[in-house]
């Protein structure tokens, strides 16, 4: 464990540091390249298939570099009235409002639970 880099440098933003940055994809139409840092698989994943349920999202991947550097990179194409961004915040409002109501329904089977 004496190499071992401290925990919280998984999950805390150094000064300076973006939670996510944009890079536009030269080599394709209509596609961006966002790296979202102190994030793993569980988000990018999330992220992903999101994405992929939207009709005019063409591509979504992402990958982890590395499994030390705590980053996830997002690789979006969209068709050609929709952007890679609006594409991202797209699915991550929506993904808020399926959290949100699977947290309400968690939280009224507890009660039942609670109560019966």
């Known amino acids: ?3 071992a880099p401290p925990t919280f440098e998984s999950f805390l933003l150094f000064d300076g540091e973006k939670k996510i940055t944009k890079e536009q994809d030269t080599k394709v139409p209509n ?9 793993d ?3 990018g994943n999330m992220i992903r298939q999101q994405l992929l349920k939207d009709p005019n999202v063409l591509f979504a991947g992402y990958k982890n570099p590395h499994p030390l ?3 996830i990179i997002l690789r979006i194409q969209t068709t050609s009235d929709y952007t890679p961004q ?3 915040m797209n699915a991550i409002t929506d993904l808020i409002s399926e959290l949100s109501l699977f ?3 968690f939280k009224e ?8």
């Open 1 to 3: 464990k004496m190499n």
């Open 31 to 39: 596609a961006a390249v966002f790296t979202i840092n102190k994030e």
């Open 41 to 43: 698989h569980t988000l």
């Open 69 to 71: 550097e705590h980053k």
């Open 86 to 88: 609006d594409a991202l």
């Open 103 to 105: 947290e309400e329904r």
């Open 109 to 116: 089977c507890l009660r039942e639970k609670q109560d019966g």
